[in-house]
């Protein structure tokens, strides 16, 4: 089409040329002869285009073995002519000039300018691989009676604001035996009275990881970590801050000083891991845990030169994902600990703290179940006959729970989807806790809790994962105390919970 308009221009022209042949302006005539030649140099460069286009087309069409695949390649090489002739006068008309060149080299100068500074100026950076963390808990809570447990009160509070750094200082891309850190800290209440708080150290430590950890999933793990770190104690201990089930925590655990980070060496390991690939499922057959601490908890140097010892295994029945015993685990852990006592003019830097934890755990969507012994052993002063005598501690933790909604379930987690897109899940449990700080002495006073005797705990709760890492808790506790008194009375707790993690 564009080739028989232009044979029609030229024959306009030719025409008009020799209509005008009469008269005597020879410039006109010059004008129109310079004309003519220009538009058969461009026909000749269109006739060259065409001609290169349809023998590499032709060609193509004698490579395919189908009659109805040549028409098809036939029409587009129609097509593909006219963009080419397009294409070819676009060309020839728009030649770029040195100007536009240094035009462009100055603008993608700009550009690299300005990528450079936003990223020196608004990017964290760091010397070595580095994720940035964190976890926030924000409370409320109500008694129906004000005054009558120890040291509570109705108020709004924070629960948690932890803030912290975890990436890998060396990275064996071979077989994963990586060197990895972790570094948080956290902010923590002050009794003393004033609008202050501290912002002490949590996790501060590295781990090797000795065994490959990117060879598959049937590959046994263990890694070594040094530093301040969680204990491998029972099920809530060894859990962090974000993943706890309940808005409180185990009150033997709490009261016997476990879920403080201890600073010291921990061996971290599993054998023989049952794979079910179908479900990327794996349960190892047993899990082992076993280190030294220095047993006084958190950024304090050791008080003696005693040591506590910590073990823990774990036995994981070896079966497939769609069992009906799937992820039932039974579980012992040990700490033999010594500590330093000092009152009345008695000391004794060898004190027992011996710690014996069982459990079982048992998480078979859509519900679960998890129990939980503990037992302490603690050497104490007793300041009324000026003796050192032991306290036998004894907690029992039942939870039961029950989930409504997909988020937990492996299909759902390997499905694509958007950031902002998670599938909400309705969680309620229920959770008998069970505290007795001195079997030997009914009335014995917890120093730590500030309570007298054996007391129970009834809580009803309901999470609510409204987004992958965040959700709403509420949860109802009822206490109940074997020895009553004006500070101490059977009573009920509301408490609500919007924990969000980053």
């Known amino acids: 089409m564009r080739k028989t308009s232009l044979n029609v221009a030229i024959g306009v022209i030719l025409a008009t040329t020799s209509s005008l042949s009469f008269a005597d302006d020879t410039k006109l005539l010059k004008e129109l002869e310079a004309l003519r030649q220009q538009l058969n140099v461009l026909q000749h460069r269109l006739d060259a285009v065409e001609s290169q286009n349809l023998a590499f087309k032709k060609a193509e069409i004698n490579s395919v073995n189908s009659a109805s695949n040549a028409q098809d390649l036939s029409k587009n090489i129609e097509s593909f002519s006219a963009d080419a002739s397009e294409e070819a006068n676009l060309a020839s008309a728009t030649n770029a000039t040195t100007?536009?060149?240094?035009?462009?080299?100055?603008d993608l100068e700009n550009y690299k300018y300005d990528q450079s500074r936003q990223y020196e100026r608004q990017t964290v950076k760091s010397t070595r691989d580095t994720t940035l963390y964190g976890t926030v808990q924000l409370q409320g809570r109500a008694f129906d009676?004000?005054?009558?447990?120890?040291?509570?009160?109705?108020?709004?509070?924070i629960g948690t604001a932890l803030i912290g750094v975890r990436g890998n200082l060396y990275r064996d891309y071979n077989e994963g035996k990586n060197l990895d850190y972790q570094l948080s800290y956290g902010y923590n209440k002050r009794n003393d009275g004033s609008n202050n708080s501290n912002f002490n150290l949590l996790d501060a430590f590295v781990r090797y990881n000795a065994f490959s950890t990117n060879s598959g999933l049937e590959t046994p793990k263990l890694n070594f970590t040094l530093g301040q770190q969680l204990l491998p104690f029972?099920?809530?201990?060894?859990?962090?801050?974000?993943?706890?089930?309940?808005?409180?925590t185990a009150a033997a655990s709490t009261y016997l000083g476990l879920f403080t980070r201890q600073n010291g060496l921990i061996a971290r390991g599993d054998i023989k891991p049952f794979v079910d690939f179908g479900s990327n499922y794996r349960a190892p057959l047993l899990e082992y845990a076993i280190g030294v601490t220095n047993g006084n908890g958190s950024n304090k140097t050791d008080e003696n030169n005693g040591k506590d010892y910590i073990g823990r295994l774990a036995f994981t029945l070896p079966v497939d994902y769609a069992s009906i015993f799937r992820e039932l685990k039974f579980g012992a852990s040990y700490i033999k600990g010594t500590s330093k006592i000092s009152g009345s003019g008695l000391s004794d830097s060898h004190a027992k703290r011996d710690r014996l934890g069982l459990d079982i755990y048992?998480?078979?969507?859509?519900?679960g179940v998890t129990y939980e012994y503990v037992q302490g052993k603690t050497d104490y002063i007793d300041t009324t006959s000026a003796s050192i005598k032991q306290a036998k501690a004894e907690g029992h933790t039942f939870?039961?729970?029950?989930?409504?909604?997909?988020?937990?379930?492996?299909?759902?987690?390997?499905?694509?989807?958007?950031?902002?897109?998670w599938p909400k899940s309705i969680q309620a449990y229920y959770r008998f806790d069970r505290f007795d700080p001195n079997t030997n002495q009914k009335d014995y006073l917890d120093s730590t809790s500030g309570r007298i005797g054996q007391y129970d705990i009834h809580s009803l709760g309901l999470n609510f994962f409204f987004a992958q890492t965040t959700k709403l808790q509420l949860q109802l506790n009822h206490y109940g105390f074997d020895v009553e008194n004006a500070t101490q009375k059977a009573t009920n707790e509301l408490q609500?919970?919007?924990q969000y993690t980053f």
Do not use: C, M
């Open 399 to 421: 939870t039961l729970f029950y989930t409504l909604g997909d988020q937990f379930y492996n299909s759902i987690k390997s499905n694509a989807k958007f950031d902002d897109f």
């Open 496 to 498: 609500a919970q919007v």
């Open 99 to 106: 100007d536009d060149i240094d035009g462009l080299k100055s």
């Open 234 to 248: 029972g099920l809530d201990v060894q859990s962090p801050e974000d993943l706890r089930p309940t808005i409180t």
């Open 145 to 157: 009676k004000t005054g009558v447990i120890s040291s509570t009160k109705s108020t709004f509070d």
């Open 362 to 367: 048992y998480n078979h969507a859509p519900f």
